[in-house]
């Protein structure tokens, strides 16, 4: 069982950044393909980004290219999302998701077989 935890969130006035950050217990996520997703209460969970764990190949939502950026650390152990320009609207619960395979679907939450608790990010206006 890989347990996956997010760290990084909390507030920030819109324009700010942050920087979020996912780890997996016990091990290093270099093997594993990553999404980040988000999820406001009763709304559907949202694909932010991924990131491939071969090549490295990044994917962004709209809503978020340019800003946001996905990418390993050096070690690879975690995969860190940092975010900048951050608007109001990008107020939401963040979760970071880990599958050891490959799916072309990777903006769907049913590809990924772990997640963390999530880290709640809120911009202010």
């Known amino acids: 069982q890989v347990q996956v935890v997010e760290s990084g969130g909390g507030p920030v006035q819109a324009g700010g950044s942050l920087r979020l950050s996912c780890a997996a217990s016990g091990r290093t996520l270099s093997t594993y393909f990553v999404g980040w997703f988000r999820q406001a209460p009763g709304q559907e969970r949202e694909f932010v980004a991924a990131i491939s764990w071969r090549s490295d190949i990044t994917y962004y939502a709209d809503s978020v290219k340019g800003r946001f950026t996905i990418s390993r650390d050096n070690a690879k152990i975690t995969v860190d999302l940092q975010m900048n320009s951050l608007k109001p609207e990008d107020t939401d619960v963040y979760y970071c998701?880990?599958?050891?395979?490959?799916?072309?679907?990777?903006?769907?939450?049913?590809?990924?077989?772990?997640w963390g608790q999530g880290t709640q990010v809120t911009v202010s206006s």
């Open positions: 998701a880990a599958t050891p395979n490959y799916s072309r679907n990777y903006v769907a939450g049913v590809s990924y077989d772990y």
